[in-house]
């Protein structure tokens, strides 16, 4: 019975996040704004929110067990950038072997790919050191929460100015289907925009509140820990689904969205979560939670590294896959 509440509140969370996410799209074409800031800011924040949504319930109103929470909320904080890093990316560039093979060029918009993976890389090495900063150090751990909150204020101030002229050199935000609502009837403006994110919004609360106590139940019936179960299946379960949307998009040659739903989810996984997470959770290296740490680093420099040397192949992003593989080998040994 477990399993299927699971199941049932996964597939409320999806069709909230498709809600959502159709909104977001119309949005960003009503604002005239670019596939950049579509993919990295809306799109990503947007498929983002199932995963937000059960950290932040788990630790602020989720089970009667405190410790159960917190596993919860650390687990599915540091769980969302260590499958984007890994098995989102190399999922995508999977997608498009049989159309442009292994040397196949990758071809997303450079300058929005680097600010991603540089302050990706930024906020999430301040994560990092945190794990090491006892928690009765409240001070200095405000210290380094403060500064993940700003980089991502920084960052999204430098995504929307360079907005204008990607937009300007035919990069503007087209949104592919039509808004749910408006296929009812309803007319398309900024009203009934708002009114389908709200709605997505209610959803993706109800579904991730129901999501919290079936993991509980499952982690005991399974018997590993919750905060394994959650740094594993939470992410895949929660944000891997809304990550199709990057490997349709770059099926269709759209490969700035493709990138930017994924690399635009990191900078927000990678920084206000953890630094809701090193405020309100022991957030202590435990081997797990290390090693997962460590993968989502080595994967983001990695890319990053591709993306300096030129050309992004579709090889290059089956190392990140490796590098998930990596993990759940340690992770379950």
């Given at each position: 019975m477990v399993f299927v509440e699971l199941l049932v509140m996964l597939v409320v969370i999806l069709i909230a996040a498709e809600v959502f996410t159709n909104a977001l799209e119309h949005l960003g074409e009503k604002l005239k704004i670019s596939e950049g800031v579509t993919g990295s800011l809306f799109a990503a924040v947007g498929t983002a929110l199932p995963e937000t949504m059960v950290p932040l319930l788990a630790l602020l109103a989720g089970t009667s067990n405190t410790e159960v929470n917190e596993e919860i909320g650390v687990g599915a904080i540091l769980g969302a950038p260590l499958m984007l890093s890994t098995l989102?990316?190399?999922?995508?560039?999977?997608?498009?072997?049989?159309?442009?093979g292994a040397s196949g060029a990758l071809t997303p918009e450079k300058t929005g790919l680097t600010r991603d993976l540089d302050f990706f890389l930024a906020a999430f090495a301040f994560a990092t050191v945190a794990l090491f900063i006892p928690h009765n150090y409240a001070p200095v751990r405000l210290a380094l929460s403060a500064c993940m909150v700003l980089i991502y204020f920084v960052y999204v101030m430098l995504t929307l100015r360079a907005s204008k002229s990607l937009v300007s050199e035919g990069h503007g935000t087209k949104a592919d289907k039509p808004m749910f609502l408006c296929r009812v009837g309803l007319p398309e403006n900024m009203v009934v925009i708002i009114l389908q994110l709200a709605a997505g919004l209610g959803l993706l609360v109800f579904g991730a509140h129901g999501f919290i106590h079936g993991v509980e139940e499952a982690a005991k019936i399974?018997?590993?820990?919750t905060l394994l179960l959650s740094l594993l299946i939470i992410p895949i379960a929660t944000e891997l689904p809304e990550k199709v949307n990057s490997i349709l998009w770059?099926?269709?040659?759209?490969?700035t969205l493709a990138f930017g739903n994924i690399t635009g989810a990191m900078v927000f996984q990678g920084t206000l979560l953890p630094a809701i997470g090193i405020m309100l959770t022991p957030w202590q290296p435990r081997n797990?939670?290390?090693?997962?740490?460590?993968?989502?680093?080595?994967?983001?420099?990695?890319?990053?590294a591709v993306v300096a040397c030129g050309h992004i192949k579709v090889w290059h992003?089956?190392?990140n896959g490796v590098l998930y593989a990596t993990y759940l080998i340690i992770a379950l040994s």
């Amino acid at each position: 019975m477990v399993f299927v509440e699971l199941l049932v509140m996964l597939v409320v969370i999806l069709i909230a996040a498709e809600v959502f996410t159709n909104a977001l799209e119309h949005l960003g074409e009503k604002l005239k704004i670019s596939e950049g800031v579509t993919g990295s800011l809306f799109a990503a924040v947007g498929t983002a929110l199932p995963e937000t949504m059960v950290p932040l319930l788990a630790l602020l109103a989720g089970t009667s067990n405190t410790e159960v929470n917190e596993e919860i909320g650390v687990g599915a904080i540091l769980g969302a950038p260590l499958m984007l890093s890994t098995l989102s990316l190399a999922l995508m560039a999977l997608s498009v072997l049989g159309k442009r093979g292994a040397s196949g060029a990758l071809t997303p918009e450079k300058t929005g790919l680097t600010r991603d993976l540089d302050f990706f890389l930024a906020a999430f090495a301040f994560a990092t050191v945190a794990l090491f900063i006892p928690h009765n150090y409240a001070p200095v751990r405000l210290a380094l929460s403060a500064c993940m909150v700003l980089i991502y204020f920084v960052y999204v101030m430098l995504t929307l100015r360079a907005s204008k002229s990607l937009v300007s050199e035919g990069h503007g935000t087209k949104a592919d289907k039509p808004m749910f609502l408006c296929r009812v009837g309803l007319p398309e403006n900024m009203v009934v925009i708002i009114l389908q994110l709200a709605a997505g919004l209610g959803l993706l609360v109800f579904g991730a509140h129901g999501f919290i106590h079936g993991v509980e139940e499952a982690a005991k019936i399974l018997g590993i820990s919750t905060l394994l179960l959650s740094l594993l299946i939470i992410p895949i379960a929660t944000e891997l689904p809304e990550k199709v949307n990057s490997i349709l998009w770059i099926r269709h040659n759209k490969d700035t969205l493709a990138f930017g739903n994924i690399t635009g989810a990191m900078v927000f996984q990678g920084t206000l979560l953890p630094a809701i997470g090193i405020m309100l959770t022991p957030w202590q290296p435990r081997n797990e939670v290390l090693a997962g740490v460590v993968i989502t680093l080595l994967a983001a420099v990695w890319l990053r590294a591709v993306v300096a040397c030129g050309h992004i192949k579709v090889w290059h992003l089956w190392l990140n896959g490796v590098l998930y593989a990596t993990y759940l080998i340690i992770a379950l040994s």
